[in-house]
Every structure is written in structure tokens, then in C-alpha cells.
């Protein structure tokens, strides 16, 4: 098991229940041949998410106030150790763009780490930085970018 390759699951984090749920989903898919690396699973996000559920807003100044810098520097080094970034690019919310899932794809793409991303049509998708360079290869939903890990990655 210690020799499992690991998926880094990237995407914004905000008091949206979806984007914990996605990465819940998948681990129950991706868990039997990948270790998962969840930015999310620390008991400084749950005490978040718990305290600001409802408002973007207040969980980003919270987080901001609290983190110190550190979650910068260890979701880093989450993506450092990470064999594949699978990224979720539906849950972002306009009025609060997403400062840290762009480090995270900037990061896989310096460290020439796959990154499969699961979108729509939306900005994110279309912009030249993103669609043009940092996605390895794209998927409309959890689903499809699932099939597209166990068909390249999976011994």
C-alpha cells in the first residue's frame, strides 16, 4: 500500500458543503489504488466550515486571519508529494476567485505533475493559462475524470 502513487484533490475551498463532498466521492472512488492527499482534512478547515457554513466571505477572513501563512506552504507541500493533481473547477464562486486553486495548478504545472480537471464551460476553463498549458486533460464530471486516472495511471 505505501507504494500507491497519490492524487492530490485541488479546488476551492469555501463553506459551499459541495466542495467537501466532491472530494468525499472521490476518495471513495480513487481510494482502493491512490492515496488520497485532501487539502481539506484537517481539523482547522472542519472547525471553518462548521463556524462560517453559508458565508464565503467570513470563512475567507477567517482563514485568512488564523492560517498564519502556514496553509500556503502546506498545501504546497501536498502538491510536491503528489503524483496527479485532480482539480475541480465547478465550485468557484465569482465573487471570490480562486486565489489558491490557481497556486495549486501553477505549482503541478512548474512540477510537471499531471492535472486532470473536471469543468464546464465556464471562465476558468477558457482562460489561456489554464486551458492552454497547466490541464493535462479535461473531464465534465467526476466520473469521466476518474476513467481518465484508472486508464492512464492504474497498473
Known sequence: MEGR?????????????KTYEWREEAKE???RHYKILDPT???????????HKGDPKEFTQHCIDDSQGILIVKD????????ILLVNLNYVIAEKPSIGTMFELAWAWLLKIPVIAIAGDDLYSKHPFVA??????WAKDLEEACKIIEDFFVD
Open 5 to 17: 502513487k497519490k492524487i492530490y484533490l485541488a479546488g476551492t475551498i469555501n463553506s459551499n458543503p
Open 41 to 51: 482534512n484537517n481539523r482547522f478547515n472542519k472547525k471553518a466550515i462548521k463556524e
Open 29 to 31: 472512488i480513487l481510494g
Open 132 to 137: 492552454g498549458g497547466s490541464v493535462s486533460a
Open 76 to 83: 504546497f507541500n501536498l502538491v510536491k508529494q503528489s503524483d
